[in-house]
């Protein structure tokens, strides 16, 4: 990184100081966009989904609890896979939504 009283640093494709008009002084890196919050349903209409993938015995009220009570072995090692990655998955789309 170069260093000019006449012109601003620039790191990693941003650029850093003073205009050469003598402006404000130029962002280090643009404002995030603003997203709206995600619609509370959006854990409902997850879970709404895995229910409709899963047997009614296999998914209880909370995903977490699901997780922590499985015992290992109780079912095909293949679908016992398949099983955990959506109870994974679906809980961290829930949290990605929050």
Known sequence: MSVSAHRPARLFGH??????DGGA?????PAPP???HPAPEAA?????????????ED???DLD????L????????????????LLRDARDR?????
Request: net charge negative; aromatic share 10%.
């Open 15 to 20: 650029a850093f100081g003073r205009r050469r």
């Open 25 to 29: 002084p130029v962002a280090a890196r």
């Open 44 to 56: 409902g209409r997850i879970v709404s989904d895995l229910a409709d993938e899963l047997p009614d």
């Open 70 to 85: 499985y015992r290992t072995g109780t079912k095909p090692s293949c679908e016992e896979s398949e099983y955990l990655w």
């Open 65 to 68: 609890d699901c997780l922590d």
């Open 59 to 61: 998914l209880m009220e």
């Open 94 to 98: 829930i949290d990605r939504s929050r």
């Open 34 to 36: 603003a997203f709206p």
